[in-house]
Every structure is written in structure tokens, then in C-alpha cells.
């Protein structure tokens, strides 16, 4: 008997619960639902009906706090208002099964912080066999603090800046306007506002205080300058910062020419020369450039110690410049090294080659005579006693 009475007892609570059937829902939904102050966000408003049941009109109140802005309500296929204080209203010939309603235009205001919930509340949909609205449930979504550290823009001025800024790209060229560009500037942003962003002198370590004009200045031997750029102490940029290399209208020649002690008289455009020592066995040389800045020694340091085998009489001594921005352009010195005859007393006077001359001469008592058989002068001196 006891078992009769409690199984009508749960019959009878069966039949008492409310059965809530609905025919037709709405759902929000923002993306990722990641923003931030500033943003501007399409969120889609979707339909779902039950079989059978054919919606015409939907209604919606929207709910959100004062940190967002409701700006368009766009319908997909319906008809109806924008936004219409603060409630979306469409309707149309009937959509069965799932369908979307349309596109709502939300703006992130400055004051956003954290998170916001849109609600879509008080939703009445209307379908074709029954004039009476049928309210369903509210539909919500979340938009959460999208909070990055990168830039969110890179700008130059008196320079080019490559490639192409991207927020997630953290290396870049400046290539400024000119061989004489003294200075230039850069305009960096923070996508956070809360971040800081500081920029240094990346080879010194030196905090650039006026982005806006900066000296080009390059050290530690380095032809470029090296910024970096660090965005709420997370994320690093470093932005090489380079001026074109001037055209070398100079030459390589030479400033200077020592050889074994003897210094040779240097003529421009001459790169042929003969010196003659007592000794070619070890002599030094030494020799400076004219244009140092732009030009260096293909494969010599100086000064260099020369040495040849003890019984040679003569030596070639070959020095190539080269212009340090193109190697393909060289100058060539051959400078004739002989040893002094000790025969009839010479005492290892120096011989130098004349270009302006075609004979030589021969210093005899103080006397000059020209001798035709060729372009080199001999200086040669000897005592009155030795005649």
C-alpha cells in the first residue's frame, strides 16, 4: 500500500512541473571577444527555430554599460530598424531552422577596462501561424581587455623606413635621405596607452630624450647607427639607421713614400718609382694615403720590414690601394728597389725616376750633363781625388 501511495505522489509531481518548450532562440556572439579602448567590434546576431516553426518578427532590447557605444544595427535579409532605443527590431517573410538576423556595430569606448557584457534581453519572436509573441531567453556575451605591448604605428621623418611597419615585425632599416642627413626623426606609438616607450642609442646605451631630432652619429667603428625601441618594458624593436655612401671622387694615391730611410718625391699620377739602397736585403717601408677616410691598403699594414735574398740586386716593391666602399677600385704602386753597385766608389747614392725628363744627368764637379738613353736620372756624385 505504502508503495502505491508514493509512486502517485511522484506521478502527481510530475505532472505539476512546468514544461518550458521554446520554438525559437537568438545568440550574440563577438569573435574572440578581445578588445580594446578605441576598437570598434561586429558582433553577429543569430536565429535558431524549431521544425515546423517559421519566425517573421524578432524583437531585442540591448544591455551593455556606458563603456560601449551601440552605433548600427545592420540587418541580413530582413527588414527593420537600425537601432531604435536601444531595441532591434526586424522582420521579413519568415525564416525557418537557423538564420542569421544581422550585424550589430559596437565602439569600445576610452573608458573600457577589463571587460563589458552585451545582453540581448526581452526577446520576442513572432512566427507565421501565431499573432502572440513568445518570449526566449536573454543572450549575452563577454568583450574582454585585448592588451598588447607592440606598436601601433612607426613613422620616420628625413629617412625611409623598411619594410612596411607591422606591429609583430621588430626589425627595421632606416635609410635616411641624404650622404649629409644630420638628423632625423621618429614618431613611435604604444598600442597599450599605459605603456611606456623609450627609445636608446642601441651601441652606447644612451636614452634618446628628443625622438623628434636625432643626431645621426655612428660609433665603435660602426657605418650605421642602432636604435632600439622597447614598448612597456615587453617588447624590443631595433631599427638600423643608415645614411648612403657618398661617391669617392678622390683617388688612392699616396701621401707619403719611405723607402730603406729614403723618401721618394711623390708626383700625382705616377705610380712607377726606383730607389736605390747599399742594401735590399731588409729595408722598411712606409707609405700614407691621401684620402684615408675613403681609401686603404689592399693587403699591407705600414710600415713593413721588406727582405730579399742576400745576392739579389733588385726587388719590386707592388702597393695596391682600394677605395673602401668599392674594392674594384685600385690603384697600383711598383716601386724598384736596386742595390747600390760598390764598384768605383759609390757610396749608394739614391736613384728616383723623373718623369718630366727624357735623359739623365750626371753630376760630375758640379757640372750637369744630359745623357739621351732614357727616363731615369742618375745623381752621382764623386771627389775631385778620385778623378
Known sequence: MKKIKLFSLMMLAVLVLPITAHAASINISC???????????????????????????????????????????????WEGNSIANGKIEVYGDGATGSFNIGTLSIKVNDSFNGSAVITLKNVIYYNSTDSDGKEVPNSSTTLTENISHYLKSLTVTNGTLSPNFDATKTGYVIALESATTASFGINAVADNNSDTVVITNGHTGTTITNPSNIAFETSGGNKSMLLKIVVGDAVEYTIAVSRPTPPVTSSGELASLTVGGKSISLVSGQTNYTVTLSSITSFQVNATLKDSENFEFQDLTFPTTWSSNANATSNVIRIVTRAKSDYSKTMEYNITVNKASSSGGNNGGGVTTNPKTGGSAAIIMGIVLIISFGATIFFYKRNMSQL
Open 31 to 77: 569573435g574572440d571577444g578581445k578588445v580594446k579602448a578605441g576598437d570598434t567590434i561586429n558582433c553577429v546576431v543569430k536565429g535558431q527555430s524549431d521544425a515546423g516553426v517559421t519566425v517573421t518578427e524578432i524583437e531585442a532590447t540591448l544591455d551593455f554599460p556606458s563603456s560601449l557605444t551601440a552605433q548600427t544595427f545592420t540587418p541580413n535579409g
